[in-house]
């Protein structure tokens, strides 16, 4: 059966009371239902509200920022907690060996090291056994990754072909 259009109706029909048919593959009528009914239950495409999840949009979706407690030794299967966005300082140079997984493919990570201006950096460790495999990072480079104070940052991306966290 072919589409029928608000614009084929009888003149004077209402499009809320308009009875369609309704057909199966073989193109037998199965039963008929109103555009009314359809409308009821959501039919027709979603409105569309993709701005409205922007920065000061109506439902903006926001980062999860954590800020764990200031690190005073190195890591090993770091886990600060589902978010985003780390914010970490330390009171000396610390190493972390690995950040806990626990997520799925692509997810993104941004490791930013809040230490004052001359204060210690943070190292993210290349391939480090101290962790476990997935949840060590790779580097590009084949070396330690370094932040250093007053905003280093890392953006991390995990990969499950590999199970490790990709330095970006």
Known sequence: MADVKISQLPAGTA??????????????????????????????PPASHASTHQTGGADAISPVIVTPASLSGSQNNYAPGVCDIIRLASSTAV??????AGTVDGALRLVINTNASGGS??????????STAANRFRNTTGGDFVLPADGGSALLTYSS????????
């Open 15 to 44: 499009a809320a009371n308009a009875v369609v048919p309704a057909t199966n593959a073989a193109g037998t009528t199965t039963e008929k239902i109103t555009l009314g009914a359809i409308a009821a239950l959501g039919g027709g």
């Open 95 to 100: 190493d972390i060996t690995g950040l806990v």
């Open 121 to 130: 950096a943070i190292t993210l460790k290349h391939e480090s056994a101290s």
């Open 161 to 168: 072909a590999i199970s490790r966290w990709r330095i970006l």
